[in-house]
C-alpha cells in the first residue's frame, strides 16, 4: 500500500500525539471533576441561599475558568492532527471514527460553550435558577463530549460494527450500537470519568490544604474538603471498580497488552499477579532469560483478573508471538502470514478490477476475505514488532494502581480528621495534600501509557498499524511541528499556573 | 425513516448540513473581526474592556462552529479531511496554531501574573482575526481554484507542492477570498458589538467601522463574483464520474440553479442593508440582518462549488483525484446514522438561542463590567 514506510516521521508523529494529548490531559480531567463540584456548590447555595456557598463556588468557578481555556486550546489540535498527521488512518476509518467525534461536538461541546458564558457572566442576567441550570448543563456538556470521545478511543482499541470495503480499501460501519455498546469502550469510559472526579477532589484538597497550612480561610476550606474527599472517596472507589473490568475486557480483547501491563512472557494456568518486581531490561520475546530480577507474585490472582477464574491460562508474549497449539493461540508469525494473504489480495482485486478481469477480480476477493481479520498483521515486518515496549507499561501501570489506592486511604484520612475538627493540626498530611494533586496527575498520564503505548503497533487493533495510519509527511515536517508545540504549549502551562496560583493566593471574594 | 433515502439524497443533504455548519461558522467570525478591530480602532482602555468582555462571551460557540464543521467534514466527507488536512498540512497547521492562542487569550489577557503580559495575548486575538481568518478564506478558495495532490488507488494522499497548503495563499483569488472574509468579519464584529454594548461614544464608532470595513470588503468581493462566473470550473460527468473542465462552469451553476442565485442574491442584499440600516439610521440591529445575509452567500458560495455535478475539492494536477460529494462521503448506513443525530440540530439551535437572548437582552455596560471583578 505504501512503498517506502518512513519510521522516523511515524515516531515523530506519535510523539506529536502524544505530547498533544499529554498536555490535554493535565486539563480536561480538571474541568469533567471540577464542573461537577461548580455544580455541587452551587447546588447547596442555591438550596441553602447562603450567600457564603456563592462566593464558594464563584472561587472553584474561577480556577475552572482559568483551567478550561486551556484545556479548549490543546484540545482542538487533537480534533484535526488525526487529519494532519494520521490522514491514512482518517480516511481508512473515518466512516466509523469521525461519527462519535462528529456527535461529541454536537451534543457536547455547544452545551458547554453556550452554558459555560451564562455560568461566567449571568450571575445577574439570569435567575438564580437558571444559572444553577447553567452551571450543571456545563458539567454535564463537559463529560458528554468525554463519552463521545472515548466510544472513539474504546473502538480503536477494540474495533467492532464495521466491515472492511476493498472497493474503497477503507473501514466502514455495519452497526453503530455495536460501537456504542461495546463493553470496552463503556468501562473504559466510566474508568476515565471517574478517574477524572478523583483528580478534580486532589485539586481541592490541594488547594485547601494549602489554605489550612496558611491558616486562611479556614472554614471556607473544610466545607471545601468535605464536600471533595466525599466526591473523591466515591469516584476513587469507583475508579478501583472500574479499572478491574476495564483489565478484564483488556485481557480479552488486548492479550498482548494484559501481558505486557504484567511483564508476562510465558503463560501460565493459574497466573500469580505481580505486586512488585524488578524487570530484567534485557528480556526480549523467544530469549530464556528471566523476566524478572526480582518479583512479588500473588497465585492466581491474574488469572481472576483476567478471566474470572482462579485457574485459568492467562497468555504470555511469547504465547502471543509464535502461538501455542495447546491452548489454541494463533501466533502472530501465522497471522503475518495469513495477513500477508489479505493484502495480496487486495492489491489483486484492485489491480483485477481496473483491468476489469472479473474473474481474477473474484478470485482475488476470495483470498482477501479469508484472510481479511488479520489485515493489519500483513504489514508487520516481524513477528516481534507486534510486542509493546514491556517496562514502560509494566511501571506506569504499577504506578497508577499503586497511586489509586492511595488516594482511597488519603480521603479516609481526610474525612476522618475533618470529621473530628482535627485536620488543621496535621501539617504533614496537609503537606502529602497539596502535592496530591501532582500524584493525581501522574497517575492519569501512566494510565494513558498504558492504554495507548500499550496497543503498539497497532492505530486499530489487529488491523491498522500506524506505520500504514501515518500522513504522507516527512518527519522534519512533524519534527517542526512536535517543537512548535512543545514550545507553546509550555509557555500556555507556565501561565495557567502561574495565573492559577495568584487566584488562589488571592482567595475566595470578601473572605 | 432515514434509511429508505437514496445514497445521492444523503449525500446532498449532507454537503447542506456541513456547510450550514460552516456558514455558521463565517458569520460567527464577528468574534475574530471584533478581535481585529480592538489594535485597529483607537479605543480607549475603557472601550477595549467593553469590546473583549462582549466578545470574550461568545468565542467559545465560534470556536465550537470551528471544531463542529471539522467534526461533520469528518464523518461525512472522510476523504476530504484526509485529504485536505493531511494534504495541505501546513496552512492547516497554522489556522489551528492561530485559534489555540485565542483559546486562552480572552481568560488570560487581564489575570495578574499572565507570564506573557496584556500585549501578547491581545496580539494573539489580532492573530487569530486576521492570519487565521486570511488562511481559512484561501483555504476554502482552493474549492474553485484547486490544489496540488493525486491520490493513489487506495485513496491515500500524496501532496505535490513543497508548501504543502500554504501555496494556496500565493493565487490571487485565493488571496482575495481570504482578504474578503477579513474585512467581512470586521465588518460583522463592529455590527455585533454596537447591537451588544451599551456605550455612546463607541457604538457611534463602531457604526462607521462596520460601514468602512464593508467598503473594504467589497473590492474584493466583486473580484472574486467577477472571477467565479468567468473562471473554468471542473465539472464532474455524471455517467462515469469523470473530472472534466468546463469553461464558465460556476456561472453555468448559477444559471442551473436559480434557487442558489437568488441565495446568493438575497444574500448580499442582507448583509449591505445590514451595514447600511447602522450607518445611516440611529438603528444598531444591522447583525440581525448581514448576519443571515452572511449566512446564505456562504451557503450559496459552498453549494456553487459542490452541487450540480461539480468537483468541491479539485485536484488542478490530476483531474481525476478531485473530490466531489459523491466522491469524498461516508458510506450510506454512517450518513444515515448521522442524519438522525442531526435531528438533534433544532434543539441546539434552540438552547443557543435562549441563552444568546438571556445573556444579550441588557446591553453590556461599563458599569456592570466594574462592578464584576471577574470580567476579561
Not at chain 1, 486499530?460 to 512548535?484: E, K
Amino acid at each position: 500500500m505504501i512503498e517506502q514506510i518512513d519510521l522516523t516521521m511515524v515516531s515523530w508523529a506519535r510523539a506529536t500525539f502524544a505530547l498533544t494529548a499529554m498536555y490535554h490531559w493535565i486539563f480536561v480531567p480538571l474541568t469533567l471533576g471540577l464542573s461537577f463540584i461548580c455544580a455541587f456548590f452551587e447546588s447547596i447555595y442555591v438550596k441553602t441561599g447562603d450567600e457564603s456557598w456563592k462566593k464558594l463556588t464563584r472561587f472553584w468557578m474561577t480556577l475552572f475558568g482559568i483551567n478550561f481555556a486551556i484545556g479548549v486550546a490543546t484540545g482542538i489540535i487533537l480534533e484535526f492532527e488525526f487529519g494532519t498527521n494520521w490522514s491514512n488512518y482518517s480516511w481508512m476509518v473515518g466512516d466509523i471514527f469521525g461519527v462519535p467525534l462528529a456527535i461529541e461536538g454536537l451534543l457536547a461541546f455547544f452545551l458547554e460553550a453556550t452554558f459555560f458564558a451564562v455560568m461566567f457572566f449571568g450571575w445577574n442576567r439570569v435567575s438564580k435558577k437558571a444559572h444553577l441550570f447553567s452551571t450543571w448543563m456545563v458539567a454535564i456538556g463537559s463529560n458528554l463530549s468525554a463519552v463521545w470521545i472515548l466510544v472513539a478511543n474504546g473502538w480503536m482499541q477494540n474495533p467492532v460494527g464495521m466491515k472492511f470495503n476493498p472497493d474503497l480499501a477503507r473501514f466502514e460501519m455495519v452497526d453503530f450500537w455495536a460501537i456504542l455498546s461495546s463493553p470496552v469502550a463503556i468501562s473504559h469510559f466510566v474508568h476515565v470519568t471517574s478517574a477524572a472526579f478523583l483528580y478534580a477532589s486532589l485539586f481541592v484538597v490541594a488547594v485547601s490544604s494549602w489554605f489550612l497550612l496558611k491558616k486562611r480561610h479556614l472554614k471556607f476550606a473544610k466545607r471545601s474538603l468535605t464536600v471533595a474527599c466525599t466526591f473523591g472517596l466515591f469516584a476513587s472507589l469507583f475508579v478501583a471498580f472500574t479499572g478491574d473490568e476495564h483489565a478484564y475486557h483488556t485481557a480479552n480483547v488486548q492479550p498482548m497488552k494484559l501481558a505486557a501491563m504484567e511483564g508476562l512472557y510465558d503463560g501460565e494456568a493459574p497466573a500469580g499477579l505481580v505486586a512488585a518486581g524488578l524487570l530484567n531490561f534485557s528480556k526480549q520475546p523467544g530469549d530464556d532469560q528471566d523476566s524478572f530480577i526480582f518479583e512479588v507474585k500473588i497465585p492466581m490472582v491474574l488469572s481472576l483478573l483476567a478471566n474470572r477464574d482462579i485457574n485459568s491460562f492467562v497468555p504470555g508474549i511469547n504465547d502471543l508471538v509464535y502461538g501455542n497449539t495447546a491452548e489454541n493461540i494463533m501466533g502472530v508469525e501465522e497471522k503475518m502470514v495469513r495477513g500477508k494473504l489479505a493484502v495480496t489480495g487486495l492489491g489483486n482485486y484492485k489491480a483485477a478490477k481496473k483491468s476489469g478481469d472479473q474473474l481474477a477480480a473474484g478470485k482475488a476477493l476470495t483470498l482477501f476475505e479469508e484472510n481479511s481479520d488479520y489485515l493489519g498483521y500483513g504489514y508487520l515486518d516481524y513477528a516481534e514488532q507486534a510486542v509493546p515496549y514491556v517496562p514502560l507499561i509494566f511501571y506506569s501501570f504499577r504506578v497508577m494502581v499503586g497511586l489509586g489506592t492511595f488516594f482511597i486511604l488519603l480521603f479516609l484520612v481526610y474525612l476522618y480528621l475533618l470529621y473530628k475538627d482535627q485536620l488543621e493540626k496535621q501539617a504533614l498530611l496537609l503537606k502529602l495534600g497539596v502535592s496530591s494533586f501532582l500524584l493525581g496527575l501522574v497517575a492519569h498520564e501512566a494510565g494513558w501509557i498504558v492504554t495507548e503505548v500499550g496497543r503498539q503497533p497497532w492505530a486499530i487493533q489487529d488491523l491498522l498499524p500506524v506505520t500504514i495510519a501515518r500522513s504522507n509527511l516527512d518527519a522534519g515536517t512533524v519534527q517542526v511541528t512536535f517543537f512548535m508545540f512543545l514550545l507553546l504549549f509550555t509557555a500556555l502551562l507556565i501561565a495557567e499556573l502561574k495565573i492559577m496560583a495568584k487566584q488562589i493566593s488571592i482567595g475566595p471574594e470578601g473572605d | 425513516m432515514f434509511g429508505s433515502l437514496d445514497y445521492s439524497t444523503l449525500q446532498q443533504l449532507w454537503w447542506f448540513i456541513t456547510t450550514l455548519v460552516g456558514s455558521l461558522f463565517v458569520f460567527m467570525t464577528f468574534v475574530q473581526g471584533g478581535q481585529t478591530l480592538l489594535s485597529t480602532l483607537s479605543l480607549t482602555e475603557d472601550e477595549k474592556v467593553l469590546v473583549t468582555n462582549s466578545l470574550g462571551r461568545k468565542w467559545e460557540l465560534t470556536f465550537t462552529c470551528l471544531v463542529m464543521f471539522g467534526g461533520a467534514l469528518f464523518a461525512a466527507f472522510p476523504l476530504f479531511y484526509a485529504t485536505s488536512f493531511g494534504g495541505a498540512y501546513w496552512v492547516w497547521i497554522l489556522i489551528l496554531f492561530t485559534f489555540i492562542i485565542q483559546a486562552v487569550s480572552y481568560e488570560y489577557r487581564r489575570k495578574p501574573d499572565n507570564f506573557l503580559g496584556k500585549g501578547v495575548y491581545d496580539a494573539f486575538l489580532f492573530i487569530n482575526g486576521s492570519v487565521g481568518i486570511l488562511l481559512i478564506g484561501a483555504a476554502v478558495g482552493t474549492f474553485f481554484t484547486g490544489s496540488n495532490f493525486i491520490l493513489n488507488d487506495y485513496n491515500l494522499v500524496f501532496w505535490q507542492h513543497p508548501l504543502r497548503g500554504l501555496e494556496a495563499a500565493f493565487s490571487f483569488f485565493n488571496l482575495s477570498f481570504g482578504l474578503f472574509l477579513v474585512f467581512l468579519a470586521r465588518t460583522l464584529g463592529a455590527l455585533y458589538l454596537a447591537n451588544n454594548l451599551g456605550h455612546e461614544t463607541l457604538v457611534a464608532k463602531l457604526k462607521n467601522s462596520s460601514f468602512n470595513n464593508l467598503l473594504c470588503a467589497l473590492p474584493f468581493l466583486l473580484f472574486i463574483l467577477l472571477r467565479l462566473v468567468m473562471m473554468d470550473g471542473y465539472a464532474v460527468n455524471p455517467a462515469d464520474g469523470t473530472v472534466v473542465m468546463e469553461a464558465n462552469k460556476y456561472l453555468h451553476n448559477l444559471l442551473q440553479m436559480p434557487l442558489n442565485l437568488i441565495l446568493l442574491l438575497v444574500g448580499l442584499v442582507l448583509v449591505v442593508l445590514g451595514v447600511v440600516l447602522n450607518r445611516f439610521t440611529a438603528a444598531v440591529c444591522g447583525i440581525w440582518l448581514s448576519g443571515p445575509g452572511t449566512v446564505f452567500t456562504c451557503l450559496a458560495i459552498f453549494f456553487l462549488a459542490g452541487y450540480n455535478n461539480t468537483a468541491f475539492y479539485p485536484s488542478k494536477i490530476d483531474l481525476n483525484s478531485s473530490l466531489t460529494i459523491y466522491s469524498a462521503s461516508s458510506s450510506h448506513y454512517t450518513l444515515v446514522i448521522m442524519t438522525y443525530v442531526a435531528l438533534l440540530v433544532p434543539v441546539v439551535l434552540g438552547y443557543v438561542s435562549w441563552a444568546w437572548r438571556q445573556m444579550d437582552s441588557k446591553k453590556l455596560t461599563l458599569e456592570e463590567l466594574n462592578a464584576d471583578k471577574k470580567s476579561y
